[in-house]
T-cell receptor, first 115, second 116 residues
Framework: GAGVSQSPSNKVTEKGKDVELRCDPI?????LYWYRQSLGQGLEFLIY????????KSGLPSDRFSAERTGGSVSTLTIQRTQQEDSAVYLC?????????????FGPGTRLLVL | AQTVTQSQPEMSVQEAETVTLSCTYD???????LFWYKQPPSRQMILVIR??????QNATENRFSVNFQKAAKSFSLKISDSQLGDAAMYFC?????????????FGKGITLSVRP
């Protein structure tokens, strides 16, 4: 079956504009994660969705960042009033919660450049 | 909070030779999982190998093996018979087994180049 897909692949925006990044997880995966990969940095966790439970937003860097997951499938990460420091690759991952054997499968990411 | 450290930003290896990538981590937990992920220029993160902390035996996957030293909190990746396709960024990652969030905590990665 298809893997995790993300769109757009690349996004260039102007400072102050809002952007939406989309993630389509693997069908049947109940868990979905967003990570951010900044230049010279590792990946940092942003937000986690599991089924119908309230998301874990503990990794969101500011209130300009928000995410939703509709129908337990597609997720959208929204960044409002973008800043240059938001420039990064945003990666989405999904998994089945099989307890200790859980493996996260990643999408190709969206590269965001804020001018 | 857990931290993962990859102190070598870059490494290079001759094709067909063996290379070891280092990773250390800090945690107060006794049970957890450790991973190595590969990220080629396509940006797709690919799981290379996984180690359960409660297992003493080091994990192996074909040409890839780990040296897991729990007391030293060290988790190195050995790539044998290096191939040109192994050139990529490699990330070491930690996952707790407790709590509802199975997020991964990553190191900053190491860029591996393979010389023909």
């Amino acid at each position: 079956g298809a893997g995790v897909s993300q769109s757009p692949s690349n996004k260039v925006t102007e400072k102050g504009k809002d952007v939406e990044l989309r993630c389509d997880p693997i069908s049947g995966h109940t868990a979905l994660y967003w990570y951010r990969q900044s230049l010279g940095q590792g990946l940092e966790f942003l937000i986690y969705f599991q089924g119908n439970s309230a998301p874990d937003k503990s990794g969101l860097p500011s209130d300009r960042f928000s995410a939703e997951r509709t129908g337990g499938s597609v997720s959208t990460l929204t960044i409002q009033r973008t800043q240059q420091e938001d420039s990064a690759v945003y990666l989405c991952a999904s998994s089945t919660r099989q307890g200790s054997t859980e493996t996260q499968y990643f999408g190709p990411g969206t590269r965001l450049l804020v001018l | 909070a857990q931290t993962v450290t990859q102190s070598q930003p870059e490494m290079s290896v001759q094709e067909a030779e063996t290379v070891t990538l280092s990773c250390t981590y800090d945690t107060s937990e006794s049970d957890y999982y450790l991973f190595w992920y590969k990220q080629p220029p396509s940006r797709q993160m690919i799981l290379v190998i996984r180690q359960e902390a409660y297992k003493q035996q080091n994990a192996t996957e074909n040409r890839f093996s780990v040296n897991f030293q729990k007391a030293a909190k060290s988790f190195s990746l050995k790539i044998s018979d290096s191939q040109l396709g192994d050139a990529a960024m490699y990330f070491c990652a930690y996952r707790s087994v407790t709590g509802a969030n199975s997020k991964l905590t990553f190191g900053k990665g190491i860029t591996l180049s393979v010389r023909p």
